[in-house]
């Protein structure tokens, strides 16, 4: 980032645009990888995970005056608290959908805006980067503990303690964890290609 964390941070409370752009250049890239393997493959082809990035900023945007972090660290965790509540919701408004379509439309009954809409999203889904693909493939491979392991500290960044809080297990323990995950990770990557 071009500034201290704190200062930047303190920049974008008094409503700073050029430090919140600054801070979502440096925080997109990792939090849009964050939302996609919090999605899951069955979310991933319903809702586009850029929608959810956009989202969870705009959620962000509006929140910054109440968050008192002053890290780099504690603003990444706070957007991945968004993240994964906005796909939570997400998941849950997909669940009621389901249960309150009795039908599906029938393609011709589609107006034909919303078809090219449809194609345009699907066709953006097609293009993403084959490395970003093979990767999360790797990933939903994985075990859920092992994914989780690498998500919390590959993604969100936290230190060993942290995760050992949140999986329950001693920090000794999500090391071995994780070098276990990263070893299946590795493999499962390799046999990608």
């Not at 589609?110 to 084959?130: F, K, M, Y």
Request: aromatic content about 4%; charged content about 30%.
């Amino acid at each position: 980032m071009r500034a201290s964390s704190a200062a930047l941070l303190d920049e974008a409370r008094a409503g700073s645009p050029e430090a919140w752009e600054a801070l979502c250049g440096h925080h997109a890239p990792r939090l849009l990888a964050l939302i996609r393997l919090r999605m899951g493959p069955a979310i991933r082809a319903r809702v586009e995970s850029r929608d959810v990035l956009q989202v969870t900023l705009l959620k962000a945007v509006r929140g910054i005056g109440a968050f008192r972090g002053q890290t780099r660290d504690a603003f990444a965790a706070w957007l991945a608290r968004i993240a994964a509540n906005e796909v939570r919701d997400q998941a849950d408004r997909l669940g009621r959908r389901r249960r309150a379509a009795a039908v599906e439309t029938p393609l011709e009954d589609v107006p034909s805006g919303r078809l090219a809409d449809t194609v345009r999203s699907q066709s953006s889904r097609i293009l993403w980067d084959e490395r970003r693909a093979r990767l999360e493939r790797a990933l939903e491979s994985l075990s859920a503990e092992h994914r989780e392991v690498v998500i919390l500290r590959k993604l969100e960044e936290l230190s060993f303690a942290e995760i050992a809080a949140r999986i329950e297990r001693s920090p000794d323990a999500c090391r071995m964890l994780l070098a276990r995950a990263m070893t299946a990770l590795t493999l499962a990557i390799e046999g990608e290609r």
